[in-house]
């Protein structure tokens, strides 16, 4: 398997990465990928990198997920590396997952933040808590972003929290609020 990890042939690589994706051994796994997933020149193999990653699961796994997806990579790449994390739902991703929606690079992390937030919908539950701290964070696109995902969750408990922020200072938040309470307040009945 690692002579395939070192081979030219960038669908060897990718083969070789996907095989490590359903192997025992977990760390020597993600050891083995962490390389091709920053560095491999061909972006199939470092799209093949995040969903051996994603099969993979763990905090250290999740991680690399996590640094993929608020890189510069291709966009291509950083959405599959946000489905990766969607796919194994890890609560630990969710700082990182969150971070996402600071980034104003473009086109690109505009695409990226919606991945963040279908992230964050699958990751369900466990992310409500550091949603909800995330609701002070100093940026109101964070904050809008947020607001958006919890009201999306349809757990009308958080409306509480979210019903401070009708005061928010940025127009784009109180508008996030308005809408998720609205779809909360569907939930209830």
């Known amino acids: ?5 070192k081979s030219s042939n960038a669908r060897e690589r990718s083969q070789a990465v996907l ?5 025992p051994d977990h760390a020597a796994s993600v050891r083995a990928i962490e390389p091709l997933l920053r560095q491999d020149p061909d972006q199939h193999v470092r799209i093949d990198a995040t969903v051996a990653l994603g099969q993979l699961g ?10 993929k997806a608020v890189s510069t990579d291709e ?5 599959a590396a946000l489905e990766a994390i969607e796919t194994n739902r890890d609560p630990s991703a969710v700082p990182g997952v969150i971070s996402v929606f600071r980034l104003d690079r473009g086109q690109d992390d505009v695409v990226a933040q919606i991945g ?4 964050l919908l699958k990751i369900g539950a466990p992310a409500v808590p550091q949603l909800v701290q995330a609701l ?13 995902v919890l009201g999306r969750m349809g757990n009308p408990e958080v409306a509480d929290k979210l019903t401070g922020l009708q005061a928010d200072p940025d127009p784009g938040v109180r508008r996030a609020v ?4 609205a779809t909360l307040k569907g939930a209830k009945h």
């Open 1 to 5: 398997m690692t002579d395939g990890l």
């Open 19 to 23: 095989a490590l994706g359903k192997s």
């Open 58 to 67: 763990g905090a250290d796994a999740t991680a690399l997920l996590v640094d």
């Open 75 to 79: 966009r291509i790449v950083r959405i």
């Open 116 to 119: 963040a937030s279908e992230a």
């Open 136 to 148: 002070t964070d100093p940026s109101a696109k964070v904050r809008a972003a947020v607001v958006d």
């Open 178 to 181: 308005e809408g998720a309470l």
